[in-house]
């Protein structure tokens, strides 16, 4: 299948930046949407920004004009630019992938992965 792996994360002031990166490895044939979730203790895991199918951005509103996502396409590798981090961004990051991969009998399938996660800590 298609592994993530994500890096990146720690602990940083309010007001600092971090930049994740989260690349992906296996066989793959193309992905269609790659981005970046997070999930903070107690809450259900939300969508913080992605690039689409048609290569656009979606990002949550509560981090638009903090942080920046981009990818390298050459290197199946995705990253986050976080700037002006505010407490209520801690949380567990996680990547996530969705594309068409050749399998082990050299047919195509669609994939979905999660990469492990990595922790974002913003103190005040």
């Known amino acids: 299948q298609v592994q993530l792996v994500e890096s990146g994360g720690g602990l940083v002031q309010a007001g600092g930046s971090l930049r994740l990166s989260c690349a992906a490895s296996?066989?793959?044939?193309?992905?269609?949407?790659m981005g970046w979730y997070r999930q903070a203790p107690g809450k259900h895991r939300e969508l913080v920004a992605l690039?689409?199918?048609?290569?656009?951005?979606r990002y949550v509103d509560s981090v638009k004009g903090r942080f920046t996502i981009s990818r390298d396409n050459a290197k199946n590798t995705v990253y986050l630019q976080m700037n002006r981090l505010k407490p209520e961004d801690t949380a567990v990051y996680y990547c996530?992938?969705?594309?068409?991969?050749?399998?082990?009998?050299?047919?195509?399938?669609?994939?979905?992965?999660w990469g492990q996660g990595t922790q974002v800590t913003v103190s005040s």
């Open positions: 296996g066989r793959i044939s193309s992905i269609n949407v």
């Open positions: 690039f689409t199918s048609g290569a656009s951005t």
């Open positions: 996530n992938a969705e594309g068409r991969y050749t399998t082990d009998s050299w047919y195509t399938a669609d994939f979905s992965s």
